[in-house]
């Protein structure tokens, strides 16, 4: 891996993020422009990074989730929920830090669930997750009675618009949420663990590797990472909307972890570039934006954008024979 | 009773059960007048669901659906009044865009070797966009043809109608059934999610199948698209978001397995109605709040796929096919 070092820096994920990040300087030449104002910085890059935070933030989540051969498909609800129990604590009269850690705890719950299904019951994730993605928007909108909770505590509002440094709070999170799991993934064996349940589950537990454990472990974190992602979207927007808080983030969290080069066939992941998987699909949505094209236009860039990763990764270039398609495609991938 | 059937007898026992304790509570609910809307109501639904379980039997995912009948809805509302094109034309040119849209995504599943959830993600992405480039608002249709449709109705005794797009759903649902069941092509659809390597050893032409099935669940869902406008006479971009859950939802509640290989059509049919029933047992209530919809669709999804564990815990746990998302 330590060779590597020189080449991770000119990996496609990084070079993408630049060339969408200079189509948007080219198309508004003000993009890169930064001013300081109020003790803060303002400016379309800034932007992106903040806006770009939440999808990161589950993305770090869906990473674990993915490289286990599973999928998430519940963060989006998960959002809606946690959202929903901070918002209503915070009117109900507790502090800031109960309420946080309340919806947190909830989170942390959703995904024990999901991990309960996925890893004792053994359903397949697809599946097990969708339960809490339908029953979940439900749950969020039964908390807050079916009407958007507002409010005005100014410690809470924080951490969705704050700033720390000049920087906006939701990346500030985001960027230590990144660096806490992927330092927990790399300098401890549990990363390899994960890729080898990915790999091959039965065989990981044949290998004496606790693998329920943790499948329910990297469920729990995606939860969690959902429910900081919930908190920041209903602080920003001062309210908890249970029918739109999160809605398809999900298809954005995942997208945003294949564009990182983590396979959907598990076994190989990586968080940081899950993140920049995040931040390309946020330069581009400020791109289209900024640029005056109509908003339309992102469902069909995005669509386009998977279209083209589906060509880049295909195994279909020096794939010769009928079914060692797996084979090559995993020696090609190393 | 064969072993394989009994998921299906379940859902349909359950479905028994649910529906004469709902009328047992509300007597009003056993009529042919609820019985009608039941199919009115849910046709379009149904009509996609049936398209999806031959995508979810052959070891797939579409979530590509919701948009598909979205775009359609917009596409038919633009050619008739827009255009000033008879509905049939509009509907044939419909059926073949969703043909060759659904034929480009399964060829891209097989020949790009990636998970078709990813490639139909890029389908929603891509239908869903491309219907509101087309137009923002809601294009209403007024034509003659739809009024005829419309007015294409089988009163029963008792005040109940069965509409057109009711019997269409049951009939869709019935030739899906011979499709399935039948048919040279149910029984690759069958191998394919089986195992798709044994199925190529066998000689299922997994191409041609891959891109066919896809092409089945997107044109089936053009017509569900067809279907909704002629529900609403109306083509809206956001149109069925999230039908695609709905859709799956009924299919696993009919007892189909998301790995592939095992499943029933009209037990989809039996899901379809499930789903039905709960939203028409909370409109009666009156005091339950839309939302409980949600949450117990959910629990009846978590209660079937516990229930189908149950019946396959003889199979070896843990062992999931690999390539399955």
């Known amino acids: 891996m330590k060779r590597l070092h020189l080449e991770r820096l000119a990996n496609p994920q990084l070079l993408a993020l630049v060339a969408v990040l200079l189509i948007n300087w080219a198309l508004f030449p003000n993009f890169f422009r930064i001013s300081w104002q109020d003790g803060r910085l303002f400016g379309s890059f800034i932007d992106v990074l903040n806006r770009g935070a939440p999808v990161a933030i589950l993305a770090i989540g869906m990473t674990g989730v993915i490289a286990t051969k599973g999928v998430d498909l519940s963060v989006g609800a998960i959002m809606a929920v946690c959202g929903a129990v901070a918002a209503t604590m915070v009117v109900a009269g507790y502090p800031t830090p109960i309420a946080v850690v309340a919806a947190l705890a909830v989170g942390i719950a959703c995904g024990l669930w999901n991990g309960f299904l996925v890893a004792i019951l053994d359903i397949q994730p697809i599946v097990a997750t969708l339960v809490l993605m339908v029953a979940g928007r439900g749950i969020a909108q039964l908390i807050t009675e079916g009407s958007i909770v507002t409010f005005n505590e100014p410690s809470l509002i924080f951490i969705g618009t704050g700033s720390f440094l000049g920087f906006p709070m939701a990346a500030v999170i985001a960027l230590v949420l990144m660096i806490l799991v992927t330092l927990l993934v790399r300098r401890t064996a549990i990363g390899l663990f994960i890729q080898a349940i990915g790999v091959n589950r039965a065989a990981a537990s044949l290998a004496g590797i606790h693998s329920r454990m943790l499948l329910v472990l990297v469920y729990a974190l995606s939860g969690f990472c959902a429910a900081i992602a919930g908190i920041i979207v209903a602080a920003d927007i001062r309210g908890a909307d249970a029918n739109n808080s999160g809605l398809w983030l999900e298809l954005d969290a995942i997208l945003a972890v294949v564009i990182g080069g983590t396979s959907l066939l598990g076994g190989k992941f990586s968080i940081p570039l899950a993140v920049v998987g995040a931040l390309i699909i946020q330069a581009m949505n400020t791109g289209i934006l900024v640029s005056g094209f109509r908003p339309e236009f992102n469902l069909i860039v995005k669509a386009g954008m998977i279209i083209l990763i589906l060509m880049l990764q295909s195994p279909l270039v020096g794939n010769a024979a009928g079914f060692f398609k797996r084979d090559t495609r995993q020696a090609g991938s190393k | ?325």
């Open chain 2, 1 to 325: 009773m064969k072993r394989s059937l009994r998921p299906l007898a379940a859902t349909a026992v359950i479905f028994l059960i649910a529906y004469a304790l709902s009328v047992l509570q509300f007597p009003g609910m056993l009529s042919t007048r609820v019985l009608g809307n039941f199919l009115t109501d849910n046709a379009f639904l149904g009509i996609a669901a049936v398209g999806m379980t031959f995508v979810i039997i052959s070891g797939g995912i579409d979530l590509s659906v919701g948009a598909v009948i979205g775009f359609t809805g917009v596409l038919v509302a633009v050619l008739i009044s827009w255009m000033g094109l008879h509905p049939l034309a509009a509907f044939a040119i419909a059926l073949g865009v969703a043909a060759l849209f659904g034929g480009a995504m399964g060829a891209a599943i097989h020949y790009l070797q990636v998970p078709s959830f990813i490639v139909t993600l890029a389908g929603m992405f891509l239908a869903r966009g491309g219907a509101s480039v087309i137009t923002q608002d809601s294009v209403p249709i007024n034509h003659e043809f739809y009024a005829a449709i419309s007015g294409l109705i089988i009163r029963l005794p008792g005040g109940g109608r069965l509409s057109f797009i009711g019997l269409l759903m049951v009939a869709v649902f019935l030739v899906g059934a011979l499709l399935a069941h039948r048919t040279r092509f149910g029984s690759y659809v069958y191998a394919l999610g089986g195992n798709p390597v044994s199925a190529l050893l066998m000689g299922v032409p997994v191409a041609r199948t891959t891109v066919q099935i896809y092409m089945l669940s997107s044109v089936l869902a053009a017509l569900a698209g067809i279907v909704f406008s002629l529900y609403t006479s109306a083509g809206y971009p956001l149109a069925a978001v999230g039908v695609e859950l709905d859709a799956i939802s009924a299919v696993v509640i009919g007892g189909t397995l998301l790995t592939g290989g095992y499943g029933f059509v009209l037990g989809s049919f039996v899901g379809v109605m499930l789903l039905g029933l709960v939203q028409t047992y909370i409109i009666f209530d009156g005091t339950l709040s839309s939302w409980w919809t949600k949450i117990v669709i959910g629990v009846l999804l978590f209660l079937f796929i516990v229930l189908q564990r149950i019946i396959f815990a003889a199979s070896a746990p843990g062992e999931e096919s690999p390539e399955k998302v």
